[in-house]
């Protein structure tokens, strides 16, 4: 348990169970759909992986920015999207967030500070430099997160954001969620160090390894990171050390020649809805309520995705810029 977990009330930690849950329920309902070819495309759930997105948004106002990966609904829920237009452009249809056009790789939602999901890997680090750059420049408190995988620390564009952001003093927080996977490469063959959230001593910089199956020890770490930010301190490095359950996408089996079924059940011991419920000690009737109210939700959304229009050929040719 974190240690900053006393100072977030009962009520607060049960709506963070909540979120994490509705992202547990979307991905798997969202992989059901995928399975039986009603969303077209490549899918990347990301079950096992809620604590990390609610422990940071749990941290962020809406007007702050959130930059995503391939495997960005979890961090789109957490920031506060909705449900039934994130569920229309999975199915594409034409109420969607983005009409469609960004399916589920690259969703995003600006209203609520979701610059989109990045299928290309880091290339949403410079994004948020450049983001952290106009708050500095027009004298802004709000921040810009950006989350990527242990994969992506080892691109040229993880070094070159963090060493502008530390020059600068950006208020931008780097979040690796390290995961143990690049698609099928594990970590210990792909990065020399053990613990990723070390390089930022190469910036300068704050860098601190969290417990990533906790959604409390995210948030205190966040915090933490968020505040100094809003003072104008610059950058930190964030390493959550989580695990996905299922595969890098589906076209890959949840176990497979990279990883056997032993290691999935031993994370999966460690369950961050697991862990919640024990911090809270959750009673039966209190688990049932969030069940309810999620299936709910997950009902309504997919009812309105559903019966929304499919987006039109015609349609691609709107809302171009060029």
Known sequence: MARNAKSL??????????????????????????????????????????????????????????????????????KGTRLPEMMAELLGRSTGLCKARGGSMHIADVSMGHYGAHSIVGANMPMAAGMGLAYQLEKKKQVAVVFFGDGASNQGSFHESMNMCAIWKLPVIFFCENNQYAVSFGVER?????????????????????????????????????????????PSLIEAKTYRFFGHSRGDPQFGPYRTEAEVQKWRKRDPLIVAEKLLKMTKAEKEAHEAAIKKEMDDANRFAEESPKASLESALEDVYA
Do not use: W
Request: include cysteine.
């Open 9 to 78: 009330s009962r009520k607060r930690l049960h709506e963070m169970y909540r979120t994490m849950l509705r992202i547990r329920r979307f991905e798997e309902r969202t992989d059901e759909l995928f399975m039986a070819g009603q969303i077209k495309g490549a899918v990347h759930v990301s079950i096992g992986q809620e604590a990390c997105s609610v422990g940071v948004c749990s941290t962020l106002n809406q007007d702050d920015a959130i930059l995503t990966t391939h495997r960005g609904h979890g961090h789109s829920i957490a």
């Open 190 to 234: 792909s990065t020399a160090v053990q613990d990723i959230s070390v390089r930022a001593q190469g910036y300068d910089a704050p860098g601190v390894t969290v417990d990533g199956m906790d959604v409390t020890a995210v948030y205190e770490a966040t915090a933490e990171a968020v505040a100094r930010a809003r003072k104008g301190d610059g």
